[in-house]
């Protein structure tokens, strides 16, 4: 059976050897892997198979995108990348970490929490080597194939043991790289470590060397670790600090770790302790020897769990991460030799005594092989055990109307007082019903939430943004001990600001929590891991920071979260820039990344340019600016007449209508120069005009082009003003076919003094919509809330090459096309970033009908704030200087009618989806029964406006 390979995924070769294991560094779907040049990374060429054509491996290392069915693998054992064909592959193993969202298959609706993972393991016991040069044995780790040097062969190798609980084993070094590490009262990750090996010679000598001293006698990447063969000069030995024994110049300088020691690490620090006893200032970057070796100082184990843990399936309980090749060791060695006696099919625990290896403990393992089951709390609160590789990671987008059980969740009407939002309700998620979007919620009698309008010179613009422009003041949840109610998912919010995932790390805030909770003992509780969340809001948290676990139930507005378990906590921000990015996020390269473009240049297309009539064109006019078109010397001579100071004027008579009065009767024009003051809402507004020649014979090409009798296409109104002709706002009417027919979008478009070797700028007026209409989040994955545009063309995103901005070929009207038929598409769901590939794809039909439920219900909402802006004169962005085109296409007898259209639309959908034929939710035709919810609201609204409209 051929599964669906995802990121991080364990695989092996079909036909080849099951120990020769790959991780999946990239796939096709998962755009955030995608980074250009990848063997610019390699330290060896990428891997040829012989199941990917050359064209296809040669486009890969440009773009980094692997070809639809290959993944891009990373063979552990060899440290070599290579382009391979998914069908050439067995999935062996898929990592799943709790509070994971998961998926049966891609096409289904219902998704659920990983609450516990249960891992199997094989394990490789140590073995013994000889030394070729004096035939000294060492005890070793080995990777399967023998090691790459003739100094060192295999001796004799143990046979694994079999199905080993990861819950028995722990990791053999610590920290590590990725540890969370405390000091003083701060909680931090290691970002990076040096570390001291201490060698056993075949003299049965002992010394300690630095690690980057050392080399590994085997294929192994990593670094040296307890069970390596390394080598070393007699120089280092010689210099080296001295165990047992003393430097013998006839020993060779090859040895087996015995022995690592951190001896400087790196710690990205993330935060102090905010109860109890003060932390001290924050904790020097690079902690030396002696600050490790105190006791302020220790690993924090999440595995660790209380002496009495409860029962009950929903609580989880970590493991150690485990992968390939990671060195472990068994928690009770005592224990593990009474269970696997050789019996059963496990194998047999063979201790190696202390006094064997000079008192270091050599009962080391490496992991060959991970087989892992998961249990998962699925929406409808039923839980399962699963197989890990049986399940997808949930590849659905950010969906503002998606919820769990457990989660906090309130009302979307708010009341405003004292410059503060505040819900009418706040409650927690009991129960999902995903495929009718409707959910179950308790509510909490004594909560207190409330919102501030986030400044615009916050810190962070891109988290305000993300969070709907607003900031969580107060938060106070309580517990849930009201009534339940069954609600459509469009009714509520499940805000990223209120909710913690199982898996978080969090600090205790409440001084009355953290004195309640604090032990006879004096063991002092401020940090721990989100273990389970209750149905009635609290949350159960395992404290490890101490020696002593313990579980405590915590209110929700009692801990604040330091790290998140998806990931999504900003860790790489707070570590610092990577080498090699600029601070924009730019990869700035070095002299080596230089000679590497320079000598793989020639595999890139070069651009080519021509004019309008086809002809070839010099990069240098196109630079200067210096090519026109025949039909343009009339034109280019009315400009060279102009004062430089009137140079951006319109024309004195313009060939192209002005904006209708409002008692037209007539179509309004597509294109129209307003003699009108800018509109302050008008975005760009305040932004610097220029007179340089280049840009003003460029403006009024594209003027020329917009004006032209049949140039834009049905649906799409441009208006520009005598004053500003640099300055656009566009109104785009939505297509039929699409869940976006009759709704109206306004885009303010700009160009930038430097124009056209820099696109134009453009931003999109989203309203907010009523609450009650079920319109939250974005109406389409191109535009965002903040006003930003997602389109290559913009420069805001990065697509195929070609298709950028090209100051000799692109137009302003290729821009208006291209957001009509780019972005206000059939199915948006595929706009999403690497979505391209799932487009016609069975398992893609349902999502993309739940998106385009929502954004019908969003564009709704659009339609219905312009109509009603329109009719009662109120004020909404974008609208001035369009006003009398809403008025023509909505509600004027003499226009469209489009307001008419759209209720006839919505009283068609509601008769699909609730009459006694009620047919299948497509998201266009038929919608769920909790979209319908809102969607009555939406038509009653649209009833009352063309009720109004009629009289």
Known sequence: MNRTLCTEDLVFRKNGDAHDVATVDRTNTDVDTHVPHPERHEVEPILINDSVPAAALKKFKIDGVPPQGTVYVRWVYKDRAELIAESELELLHRSLFIGDIVTRRAEDVMSGVVLNVHTNCSLRPMGRAVVNANNGTLLSLLPFSDSGDDLVRVEDRPPPLQDIPASELMYEESPSEDDLVIFKGWVGRVLTMTTALTIRLTDNSVVEVADDLCELLSDHPDVPRVGDIVKTKKGNLRTGLWKFGQYNP?????????????????????????????????????????????????????????????????????????????????????????????????????????????????????????????????????????????????????????????????????????????????????????????????????????????????????????????????????????????????????????????????????????????????????????????????????????????????????????????????LEGLAGQAEGMEEDGEFSGSEEDDEWESETEDEEVLATYEDENGEAMDVDEVENGDWESADEDEMDEDVAEEPKDQAQAAPTEPSVPTEPTSDSTEAPAQYAILDTPVPADHHYATEPSTTAPTHLKRTQKEHKILSSPGSLPPGVYIRTWESRLDLFRALFVGPADTPYASAPFVIDIHLPTDYPHAPPRAFFHSWPGASALGGVGRVNPNLYEDGKICLSLLGTWEGDRGEGWSAAKSTLLQLVVSLLGLVLVPEPYFNEAGYEPLAGLESSKRPSALYNERTFLRASGFLIDAVEAVGSGGVLSGLEGLREEVRWLYTSHEGPGLLREALGRVEGILSRSEGEERVEPDGATAMSKGACIPLRRVRDRLRGLVDAADE
């Not at 070796?293 to 485990?322: A, C, K, M, Q």
């Not at 906090?408 to 505040?422: D, F, R, W």
């Not at 139930?553 to 999504?568: H, N, P």
């Open 250 to 570: 006839n020993t060779p300088p090859i040895g087996s770790v015995v022995s690592t020691r951190a001896t400087t690490i790196e710690v990205a620090w993330l935060q102090a302790r905010l109860v109890g006893a003060r932390a001290s200032p924050e904790p020097p970057r690079v902690l030396e020897r002696a600050e490790l070796e105190s006791d302020s100082f220790h690993v924090y184990d999440r595995s660790r769990r209380p002496s009495t843990s409860s029962p009950e399936l929903t609580v989880s309980n970590s493991e150690i991460e485990t992968s390939i090749s990671l060195r472990v060791r068994f928690r009770d060695l005592a224990a593990a030799e009474a269970k696997y006696t050789g019996s059963t099919h496990h194998g047999k625990v063979a201790r190696i005594p202390r006094q064997e290896t000079l008192g270091y403990d050599m009962n080391v393992y490496e992991i060959a092989s991970v087989a892992a089951t998961v249990d998962v709390q699925w929406q409808d609160l039923t839980v399962t055990r699963e197989r890990a590789v049986d399940l997808l990671p949930d590849a659905a987008i950010d969906d503002a109307h998606a919820a769990w059980p457990g989660e906090i969740a309130h009302s979307l009407a708010m009341e405003q007082s004292a410059g503060l939002h505040k819900p009418g309700k706040v409650g927690v998620i009991q129960c999902v019903k995903p495929d009718e979007r409707m959910a179950a919620v308790r509510w909490c009698s004594g909560a207190q939430i409330a919102y501030s309008k986030a400044e615009p010179d916050d810190k962070d613009p891109e988290a305000v943004a993300a969070a709907g422009g607003r900031e969580l003041v107060q938060n106070l949840v309580g517990v849930a001990d009201g009534e339940t109610e069954e609600l459509s998912l469009y009714d509520v919010e499940c805000p990223g600001e209120l909710n913690v995932r199982r898996g978080d790390i969090v600090l205790i805030t409440s001084p009355e929590a953290y004195y309640r909770m604090t032990a006879d003992d004096g063991t002092e509780l401020w940090l721990g891991e989100v273990v389970d969340t209750w149905l009635d809001g609290r949350l159960l948290v395992r404290c490890g920071a101490e020696k002593e676990v313990r579980d405590v139930a915590l209110r929700r507005e009692e801990v604040f979260v330091a790290i998140r378990s998806d990931g999504t906590d900003g």
